[in-house]
């Protein structure tokens, strides 16, 4: 049985899994290794390059110093667990000492920190890759790294209607199923035991990892990555009151959900459609497992949701905001921009939050100092005379 958009070749059989094998190669450094590799293993110049960093190279050979240079890294490590083939950053000059004496291939520093240790004129141990942010060059690191992908094709136990469309090097793992009218873009991989209703649409470069539940309709657009166990578009909670009988009627949940691009979804976490319109989150968001987003939810780009979140219906969040774990948001409230969410804290229904870098905390929820402030004369009046007068 053929598929659209799947190339023709050869199919090896591994552990039970039919493999397809990969022609030639990309010109990306994302994909530089041949079939079925798991890491990347790049020269330092490569990486530099790619995260367009300076490369300053090591002084003179380390060989005598116990450590044998390397001009190439395989992995990103901490300086305590580095090897020969890993990258591994410094943020001060005191890390940079324990970098240089660690097993390392490289490490990543700031312009400061390289200039302050060239300045003592003390010989180079190692390559220096220098950026203005290290740690996030080294997860971007981590990533290009990361990045070869292991072998394309459809698992022989998987189920794909007739009308799926999927794009090149496409991969779906076993017992999958696709429902009519899938679209699978190019080099995106869904787990095994995942399930696409009918009409779902994924981009370029998503991975959906094992027992992803996608309902019909959803989008997912470039490089989303969806965690173990997430159910997205399932129908949101809304029912009408017959205020005769008290019995409860479903509302229509015949709207959509659109993911954007860059978006990762943690485990575990759920993602109501729209009721009418549409349930959206936005690019560059982060959630963590366990979060709730009910419907008609907008979700604005680069928001940062950590563990037991949960978002009740047509509410909304801004761009940029940070919401700590279990908060809770009551439905048609309004997160603005920049607003950060402390652990636990509360959104009353219709409650409007707003103050780019303003912490707010408690339920319900109010700016922090303010929280304290309560806190602190709730301790006064509930302090025992006794101990007021000692």
């Known amino acids: ?33 041949p079939l079925g590799y798991h890491s990347a293993m790049l020269s330092l110049r490569q990486l530099a390059e790619a995260l367009q960093a300076e490369y300053l190279p090591r002084a003179k050979s380390t060989d005598r110093e116990g450590f044998p240079p390397q001009e190439s890294v395989e992995r990103v490590a901490s300086v305590r667990n580095a090897t020969q083939t890993s990258l591994t950053f410094a943020e001060s000059e005191a890390t940079l000492q324990e970098a240089l004496a660690s097993a390392a291939a490289a490490v990543l520093v700031t312009p400061q920190i390289a200039k302050a240790f060239l300045s003592e004129a003390k010989p180079l141990k190692k390559p220096l890759l220098v950026v203005a942010q290290p740690r996030l060059a080294f997860a971007k690191a981590s990533q290009i790294l990361r990045a070869a992908r292991a072998s394309t094709g459809v698992h022989r136990t998987a189920v794909l209607a007739s009308s ?30 995942c399930v696409l209703a009918d009409a779902v649409k994924i981009g370029t470069d998503c991975t959906l990892y094992p ?6 309709g959803v989008e997912l657009r470039e490089r989303v990555q969806v965690h173990a166990g997430c159910v997205l578009g399932s129908d949101g909670f809304g029912y009408v009151r017959d205020a005769e009988t008290g019995a409860y009627t479903q509302f229509p949940q015949q709207g959509t ?24 989150i936005a690019r560059g968001t982060k959630l963590d497992n366990l979060v709730h987003i009910g419907h008609n939810v907008r979700v604005g780009r680069n928001v940062v949701m950590a563990a037991q979140t949960g978002i009740s219906g047509s509410s909304s969040v801004g761009d940029g905001a940070i919401l700590g774990g279990q908060v809770g948001i009551g439905e048609h409230a309004d997160v603005g921009e920049g607003v950060i969410l ?15 870098g303003i912490v707010f905390w408690g339920r319900p929820a109010q700016p922090l100092r303010e929280y304290l402030k309560g806190l602190a004369t709730l301790a006064r009046l509930t302090r025992s005379p006794r101990k007021e007068q000692d």
Request: hydrophobic fraction near 35%; avoid cysteine.
């Open 211 to 216: 027992r992803v539940v996608l309902y019909s």
């Open 164 to 193: 799926v469309k999927l794009a090149e090097d496409v991969s779906i793992g076993a017992y999958a199923v696709l429902g009519e009218h899938v679209e699978i873009g190019a080099r995106t991989r869904i787990g095994a035991g």
């Open 257 to 280: 959900l659109v993911i954007e691009e860059d978006v990762e979804i943690g485990a575990n976490t759920t993602i109501d459609r729209g009721a009418l319109e549409e349930t959206r």
């Open 342 to 356: 402390g652990g636990g804290a509360g959104v009353l229904s219709k409650k409007k939050l707003r103050g780019t």
């Open 1 to 33: 049985m053929s598929y659209p958009g799947i190339n023709s070749g050869v199919y090896l059989r591994r552990n039970g899994t039919s493999y397809q094998r990969e022609d030639s190669l990309s010109e990306s450094l994302l994909e530089l290794l």
